[in-house]
C-alpha cells in the first residue's frame, strides 16, 4: 500500500466521522412532526410577536392565536401549507435604500420555528466562532469586541507590524446563489419534508437572491460564506480574522502576504461561492492608518490602545430627529416616551466607542430644547407618569401587550 493510498483511507475515515456527527446532530432536532409540534409553533409565534404588538395583523393573529396555530399545524402535516408572499417596501439604513419583503406573521411564525429548532442547532455546528450576525449571544456589540481583541492581541506579539484586510461582498442577499444554500440543505437535514419546507422558503424569493426581512434569509446567509471563513482560519491560518454577515476582515504581521495569497484567496474562494466583492470597500490597509469596520472607525495608538470612533452622520441624524421631535411634541403629536426611546438608543449605540463628549454634548443639545438632561434622573421626573399614546391614538391608554408607564 502506498503513502497516498494510506492517506485516502485516514481522509475517508474522517469524512465519515463527519458525515455521521452531521447525521447524529440533524435526527437530535427530531423530524418534521417533532419540529412542528403544537409547543414549538405557540413559543415561536409568541417571539413574533414580541415588539410589534402595535401592527394591526399582529393584534388580529394573536387575539386568535389557539385556532391560528391549530390551522397552521394542520396545514403543515397535510402539505397544504400556502405562502402568503411578501409584503415589500423600502427603508433607509445608514444613508443607503434597502429592499425589504416581510413576510405575514403566519409564515413568519412557521419560518421562526423551522430556524429555532432545526436549522440554526444544525447551521451553527459548521460556523467559526468569529461568525458573529444574527446568532444568540453574537450581534455587532460581539462583533466589535472580537475586533478589538484581535488588534489588541496582534498588538502584544507584532507591534503596529503589518496590516488589516478588510473585504466586502456586493448585492450580497440580491445575488446570492441557491444552488450552494440547496446543496447545504441536502448534506444536513435528514428529514425529507423539512427540507422540502426549507427549500421552498429560499425558492420564494426567485430564482437567485435572498429577501431582507426573513429569518431563513439570515440564517442562510450567514452559511453562504462559511467556507471562506474556514479558508481563512484553517487553510491560511490566520487567527485574527472575523465576519459579520457580508462584511469581513484579516489582521496579519504580513502585508505583503495580506496583499498576495491573501487577496488572491479570497477572489478565488469568492467566485467558487458565486459571489462577488466590492472592490471599493475591499482594500489591505497598515495597522498604523485608521480603517473603517461595520461604520466604526479603528485606531491603533503607538502605546496599544484601541479607540474606537462610531459614525459621526449618527450624531446628525439624531439632532435632526430631536428638532422635529421638540415641534412634535409641543403639538402633542409625540409623548416623551417616544422621544426616549430613539434618545437611548442613540446613546446606546455611541456608548459603544469612545464617544464620551460627543454624548454629553448632544445631550446638552438636547437639554437646550426640552429643558431637562436626558440621563435616568431627568427622565425618571419627566416622563414617570407618561403613558404611551393607544395604537388608535385616540387616548393615552397602553396598546395590547404593553405596560401603562
Known amino acids: 500500500m502506498t503513502s497516498e493510498e494510506r492517506r485516502e483511507i485516514r481522509y475517508q475515515r474522517r469524512k465519515a466521522k463527519r458525515d455521521e456527527a452531521r447525521l447524529k446532530r440533524s435526527m437530535a432536532c427530531g423530524d418534521f412532526d417533532e419540529v412542528f409540534s403544537f409547543r414549538h409553533l405557540y413559543l415561536s409565534a409568541k417571539k413574533c410577536c414580541k415588539g410589534v404588538y402595535w401592527k394591526s395583523s399582529t393584534q388580529r393573529y394573536i387575539s386568535n392565536l389557539i385556532p391560528n396555530i391549530s390551522e397552521t399545524l394542520l396545514s403543515l402535516r397535510n402539505g397544504t401549507f400556502i405562502h402568503r408572499g411578501f409584503h415589500e417596501f423600502y427603508i433607509m439604513e445608514r444613508g443607503k435604500k434597502r429592499h425589504i419583503r416581510s413576510v405575514h406573521i403566519s409564515e413568519r411564525t412557521v419560518q421562526k420555528c423551522l430556524c429555532d429548532y432545526c436549522i440554526v442547532p444544525i447551521y451553527s455546528a459548521s460556523f467559526i466562532y468569529d461568525n458573529s450576525a444574527s446568532l444568540k ?28 484586510l478588510i473585504y466586502d461582498f456586493k448585492s450580497f442577499f440580491d445575488d446570492a446563489p441557491h444552488e450552494p444554500l440547496l446543496a447545504e440543505a441536502e448534506r444536513r437535514l435528514h428529514d425529507d419534508r423539512i427540507r422540502a419546507l426549507h427549500n421552498s422558503f429560499i425558492a420564494d424569493f426567485g430564482p437567485v437572491g435572498l429577501g431582507l426581512g426573513s429569518q431563513i434569509s439570515q440564517t442562510n446567509a450567514l452559511l453562504l460564506p462559511s467556507p471562506l471563513d474556514h479558508y481563512f482560519k484553517e487553510v491560511l491560518g490566520i487567527e485574527g480574522y472575523a465576519r459579520y454577515m457580508d462584511d469581513g476582515y484579516a489582521i496579519h504581521e504580513d502585508l505583503d502576504y495580506l496583499k498576495g495569497e491573501c487577496m488572491l484567496g479570497l477572489e478565488e474562494v469568492t467566485q467558487h461561492l458565486g459571489l462577488r466583492l466590492n472592490w471599493k470597500k475591499t482594500r489591505v490597509v497598515p495597522l ?64 459603544r466607542g469612545n464617544s464620551y463628549k460627543v454624548r454629553k454634548r448632544t445631550n446638552q443639545y438636547f437639554k437646550s430644547m426640552f429643558g431637562f438632561y436626558p440621563n435616568k434622573k431627568g427622565w425618571e421626573r419627566n416622563v414617570s407618569n407618561v403613558k404611551r399614546r393607544s395604537c388608535t391614538g385616540n387616548s393615552y391608554e397602553p396598546c395590547l401587550g404593553q405596560k401603562a408607564g
Not at 449571544?137 to 488589516?164: N, P, Q, S, T
Not at 435632526?320 to 442613540?346: C, H, P
Open 137 to 164: 449571544h453574537r450581534g455587532m456589540d460581539f462583533a466589535l469586541r472580537r475586533m478589538v481583541y484581535h488588534l489588541e492581541r496582534h498588538f502584544r506579539k507584532h507591534g503596529l507590524a503589518g496590516g488589516i
Open 288 to 351: 498604523v492608518d485608521f480603517y473603517r469596520w461595520l461604520k466604526t472607525k479603528f485606531i491603533v495608538t503607538p502605546q496599544g490602545k484601541v479607540i474606537l470612533k462610531m459614525n459621526p452622520a449618527s450624531t446628525k441624524i439624531i439632532r435632526r430627529k430631536l428638532r422635529s421631535f421638540y415641534q412634535k411634541w409641543q403639538m402633542g403629536e409625540m409623548t416623551l416616551a417616544d422621544i426616549r426611546n430613539s434618545v437611548d438608543s442613540y446613546n446606546g449605540h455611541m456608548m
